[in-house]
């Protein structure tokens, strides 16, 4: 719902010597957040409005709600605005262990979905012959999913594998893992890398952000205990939603 008006006027907020507009902005937007001034879902003013309340211009408006998505406070939707985000979404999800999707947020009680946008068999690209080890003439499985958790977009995962090892990607409804496990084909160890991007317009869309907001790739080369490279996955996660953690340990 949208919040009171009055809440960012200048007087509210804005101190002689407390640091730059967008900062003492960014605060006070957090400061009310926290103290449930602004609650869940509720709508921030469109950029403009917002700047004509405050009395700063958009370019600061647009610096204090960088800072307020950056820490996981306000969700921008694509084509809808930014509402403030509930407390307690995130999720932690290991880099240290072969969970699926689906086994993560089963093991939280979340709903997990999934959203096909492709499916089928093809001749592999350069890079999947490479990560695959395949030849020109082989066939690669591909299923590309928009992953739902509890009805919010949360991930995109793109999945390649060998037809040999997934012949019919049509049948893959929400868990790869377990299709591949009935098989017993499910890889046993995996390597990933790591990197942040930024949200192209298609891929914003599809998990409701604005354009250009930063997101996590995450590249996952998925092996059997022969060995034997089978699956290769490209995931696409919301930053404002997910923490990946990773445990060490002195050799």
Sequence with gaps: MPVAKDIFAPSEWLRTGRGPRYAQLHRHIAA?????????????????EMA???DVSRVTVRKAVALLVADGLIDQRHGAGSFVRGQGARFEQ????????????QARGIA????????????????????LGL?????????????????????????????DILPRPDKVGVSLYEVLRKRNMAPNRAIQRVTAINATAHIAELLELAEGTA???IERTGYLASGRPIEFTSGLYRSDIYDFVSELRLE
Excluded: C, K, W
């Design 32 to 48: 009310a957040i926290q103290a449930g001034d602004l609650a869940a879902d509720d709508q921030l003013p469109p950029e403009r």
């Design 112 to 131: 997990s979905t999934s959203r096909i946008l492709l499916h089928g068999l093809f001749r592999p690209s350069p890079t999947e012959a490479i990560t």
């Design 94 to 105: 290991s880099l240290s262990s072969l969970v699926s999707f689906t086994e993560n947020l």
């Design 215 to 217: 997101i996590l790739q």
């Design 135 to 163: 030849s020109t003439h082989h066939q690669v499985a591909r299923i590309h999913r928009l992953r739902i958790g509890d009805g919010a977009p949360m991930a995109l995962e793109y999945s390649s594998l060998p037809e």
């Design 52 to 54: 004509e309340l405050a």
